[in-house]
Each structure stands twice: as structure tokens, then as C-alpha cells.
């Protein structure tokens, strides 16, 4: 018994090793644009996507890059103020910045700006032609694959940017509010090939505790 619960501390003790010596801090010193860290992603390669006060950047291991100035891109992003990255099932992102939501590919590097939203909004996504946004004065708008741009969509009734804590959608076409004054599941259909328009259907609410 000694025998063995001597060899479990030795594996502990060497998984904690092995975990300490893959951390390492990033800073200035490695070229983040600032140090002020607003929002984190990792693409499909395991690069992580660093969102800051001053743009967005990327650690590839061993160097921190800045889009787009180290890619030689002439498209930047529509703020500097990074302060969400959302990424979708298909491996796009969708950036909420300061003045404007943004999709970006970051393999192409290639974005697509949208400067109807700024200031504070929410967004809620899951495939990158698949994106809802509510702003404060509680209208929601759907994003158009085709057309590449976002329509009003019908208000949601009970719902309320204030209220609002978190959305998620779900693999059945459903979108999750949790709200302040319960938790709504409402039923949603995107804009696809056989249909251009976007289908919402009545709140469900499961009331909290």
C-alpha cells in the first residue's frame, strides 16, 4: 500500500511539473499591442487570437503578430477596442468592437465589416452566417449571408437588453435567453437557401428559483 500511494504522489508531482512548464506569460515584451486583455479565442489551428485595447493580435508560439500590420493587410478592423470574439462552428470569427461588428476569416485574413452597431450590443452566433444581435434599445437584427448585411427582425416580447446576462443557440435552431426575470427558449429559423427570411417563433419562459 505505501508502495503505490508513493508512486500516485510521484505522478501527481509530475503532472504539476509537466503543467508548470507549459506556462508562460505574454506581455508587451513578446509585441502585444496592450496589455489590457478584453477577449481570447483559438482558431482551428490552436493559435490563440488576443482582443485588447489596441487591436487584435495573435500568438503563434513563439511571437506575438498584430492584424493586420504583420500580414501586409490593408483591411483593418472597424475599432481597435476588441471586446468580444465569437467563434463559430465553422471556424469564422465574429469581433464586436467599439464601433462596429466585424466577420473575420483568420486563415484568409479577410473581413467583413458591419458599422451599424456600435457602442453596447449583444451578439449571439453558432455558424458564421447564423448571428442575432440585440442593442439597448431592444431591437434585434439577423444577419443576411446573402445580402451581407443585418435586418430588424421582430422584438422578442418580455425580453430586455438590460435584463439579458447571456445568449446561446442551440443545435436545434433554438435561442437561450438568460435574463433577470427567467430564462426564455425561443425558437429561431436563419435565413437559408430555401428560405430568405428569418422565422422567430414565441418565448418560451422557464421561470428561476
Not at 485588447?52 to 492584424?67: I, K, Q, V, Y
Request: net charge negative.
Amino acid at each position: 500500500m505505501t508502495r503505490k500511494t508513493g508512486l500516485v504522489w510521484l505522478l501527481l508531482l509530475f503532472c504539476t511539473a509537466v503543467r508548470a512548464s507549459n506556462l508562460r506569460q505574454i506581455s508587451s515584451r513578446e509585441g502585444i499591442s496592450n496589455n489590457a486583455i478584453l477577449s481570447l479565442a483559438q482558431d482551428k489551428h490552436g493559435f490563440i487570437w488576443v482582443g485588447s485595447c489596441d487591436g487584435l493580435n495573435m500568438w503563434d508560439g513563439e511571437r506575438m503578430r498584430l492584424f493586420p500590420n504583420d500580414w501586409g493587410g490593408e483591411t483593418p478592423l472597424s475599432g481597435n477596442l476588441i471586446e468580444e470574439i465569437a467563434v463559430t462552428t465553422d471556424s469564422l470569427f465574429w469581433i464586436r468592437t467599439n464601433y462596429g461588428l466585424d466577420l473575420f476569416d483568420p486563415d484568409s485574413k479577410r473581413v467583413e465589416r458591419h458599422a451599424d452597431f456600435q457602442g453596447m450590443y449583444k451578439i449571439v452566433t453558432r455558424r458564421s452566417n447564423e448571428v442575432l444581435v440585440v442593442t439597448q434599445d431592444n431591437k434585434f437584427s439577423c444577419y443576411d449571408p446573402a445580402a451581407r448585411r443585418f435586418s430588424s427582425v421582430q422584438p422578442m416580447p418580455g425580453i430586455d437588453y438590460a435584463d439579458i446576462l447571456d445568449m446561446q443557440l442551440d443545435d436545434d435552431g433554438a435561442l437561450w435567453v438568460f435574463s433577470r426575470k427567467g430564462i426564455f427558449r425561443i425558437p429561431v429559423a436563419f435565413p437559408d437557401k430555401n428560405n430568405d427570411r428569418i422565422g422567430i417563433g414565441q418565448p418560451e419562459r422557464f421561470p428561476t428559483v
